[in-house]
């Protein structure tokens, strides 16, 4: 009789997986429905139609949505289903806006309408900005689970859950993503899977940030740009003040601040300065060293205080 072998992911060494065919709510769901638990299902429904009154059409839909629920592949596509949700309500809206423009302007032109409007949103830079920051929110996530799936980290618990992806919006140097830590797991081990993270997400970086109250819930940030890295001019609000002033001139306050090295501060032209500024200024001379008297050393000892 030949034993039956468990696989182990593939880099997670030492650490034994339990078998989540066997856990979750088909487990419980699939006892009623299976062998002589069809006879407890349908009497039940029988007492609710006879005894208590109900709709049969809404006992019976309830029963056949629990026989479906029996089933594990139910649950993996509601899951699918959930991450995929966004792209479900997208489709599903252009679908719709589509139907409504060719119903009110007939075929051709409500699809000319359609795809320029829709182009129109892509080339207007404040649209473009903000579909495209909501784009990558949404390819955030899909491209966390998979790093989390696949990494050589380990993220998921002894039961093979990965780590909720509650919610990810833009922010001013990439997208925030938050996460539910499951039982079994803790922010060292999402900490630990950065450095995979990023390239999984095309970013620069990516930073954890951990919510102090509650140690269930931790924000990864994926970093894509760095705002202080760029070369324009940042202009001063001190400079529309300035033009305000008498004796100024207009402009001035907007250049660029730079870091100014040691060398140019040492080799400055200090004669060209204000005389008011280098009559305040301390002498840097040292005084004179007074120069020391000759030891005199008579029979090993030192005379040199009472030779003049």
Not at 35 to 53: E, F, K, Q, T
Not at 61 to 84: D, N, P, Q
Not at 150 to 175: I, Q, Y
């Amino acid at each position: 009789m030949s034993k039956s072998t468990r696989r182990t992911p593939t880099g997670r060494v030492g650490f034994e997986y339990f078998d989540r065919r066997q856990t979750g709510p088909w487990a419980v769901l699939r006892p009623l429905f299976r062998g002589y638990g069809w006879l407890v299902s349908l009497g039940l429904a029988v007492l609710l139609i006879a005894g208590v009154g109900l709709d049969p059409y809404v006992v019976m839909g309830v029963v056949f949505a629990l026989f479906l629920g029996s089933f594990t592949v139910t649950w993996k596509g509601l899951s699918l289903a959930i991450r995929l949700r966004a792209y479900i309500v997208v489709i599903a809206a252009l679908m719709a806006a589509n139907k409504t423009l060719q119903a009110f302007l007939g075929g051709l032109a409500g699809n000319l309408v359609f795809w320029g409007v829709l182009l129109g949103l892509f080339i207007y830079g404040p649209t473009r900005r903000f579909l495209t920051r909501r784009i990558w929110c949404v390819l955030d996530r899909q491209r966390m689970r998979a790093c989390f799936k696949v990494g050589k980290v380990r993220t998921m618990n002894l039961d093979g859950s990965l780590p909720l992806l509650l919610w990810a919006r833009p922010t001013k140097t990439g997208e925030r993503v938050w996460l539910w830590i499951r039982a079994g797991s803790s922010s060292e081990d999402i900490e630990a899977s950065l450095s995979y993270i990023a390239p999984a997400c095309y970013a620069r970086d990516a930073r954890i940030h951990r919510y102090r109250k509650l140690t269930t819930i931790v924000a990864v940030d994926i970093i894509r740009r760095d705002p202080l890295s760029a070369n324009e001019k940042v202009p001063s609000p001190l400079s529309q003040l300035s033009e305000k002033v008498s004796g100024t001139v207009a402009g001035e306050g907007t250049e660029t601040i730079r870091s100014v090295p040691v060398i140019e501060i040492t080799e400055a032209d200090w004669g060209s300065a204000d005389p008011v500024l280098r009559k305040t200024r301390k002498s840097t001379t040292t005084p004179p060293v007074e120069p020391t008297r000759p030891t005199v050393i008579v029979s090993g000892e030192d005379l040199s205080d009472y030779v003049d």
